[in-house]
């Protein structure tokens, strides 16, 4: 008789699959319209398991904008490790370019879009305050970009959050062109 050991996942095994779905399912409704019901259901797992492994949907949806800082911080230094000059206007081309690359992830611009929309919930705005200290301060130091040059580059960046949102990247108006250029 043959028997099959069913083999348990350990508790970071189902925080990452956890992180996997939530980030669907929070990008697709938002913060506001996702509840932890809809993160346990879609990750497998009983609700009470779910606050077993974070401590509520506000520390949840931090750990996502955590990982979505993550991973732009990540994209950033291959981008910057790739260029060849130390002026900062081609460190910023660099980035920005590494930057459109890491927000055409829907996932993760709509994370990242929710969360400056839900930044008053107390845990979310630490961790959009924390994402955006670790990004200023990165681009800083591997650009040596000057304030003025920080502000551009970050305004531009919020501006293609935008147009990736609404799907204008690609619009033929004189309107989406005009905000392209």
């Given at each position: 008789?043959e028997?099959s050991?069913r083999q348990?996942?350990?508790?970071e095994e ?7 779905t939530?980030?669907k399912?929070?990008?697709?409704r ?8 809809d993160?346990?259901?879609a990750?497998g797992?009983s609700q ?5 492994l974070?401590?509520?949907k ?10 979505c800082s993550a ?22 081309k660099a980035?920005?370019a590494?930057y459109?690359?890491?927000?055409a992830?829907r996932?993760v ?6 969360a400056?929309?839900a930044?008053?919930e ?9 994402c955006?200290?670790?990004?200023v ?5 591997v ?6 040059q ?6 531009d960046?919020l ?6 949102a609404?799907?204008?990247?690609t619009?033929d108006t ?5 905000l392209?250029a």
């Open positions: 008789m028997t050991t348990r996942s350990t508790a189902r925080r990452a699959t956890v992180m996997r939530a980030i399912t929070f990008a697709e938002g913060y506001y319209g996702t509840s932890t019901m993160v346990a259901k990750a797992i009470g398991y779910l606050y077993r974070f401590k509520g506000e520390t949840l949806f931090a750990a996502l904008v955590d990982h991973r732009l911080l990540e994209d950033a230094a291959a981008a910057a490790a790739s260029v060849q000059s130390a002026r900062p206007e081609e460190v910023l980035l920005t590494s459109n690359e890491t927000i992830d996932d611009l709509m994370i990242l879009m929710h400056q929309c930044a008053s107390p845990v979310i705005g630490e961790a959009v305050r924390t955006y200290a670790k990004q301060e990165y681009v800083r130091a650009s040596g970009a000057s304030n003025e920080l502000r551009r580059y970050f305004a960046g501006l293609s959050n935008v147009m990736m609404i799907d204008a990247t619009l004189p309107w989406a062109r005009a392209r």
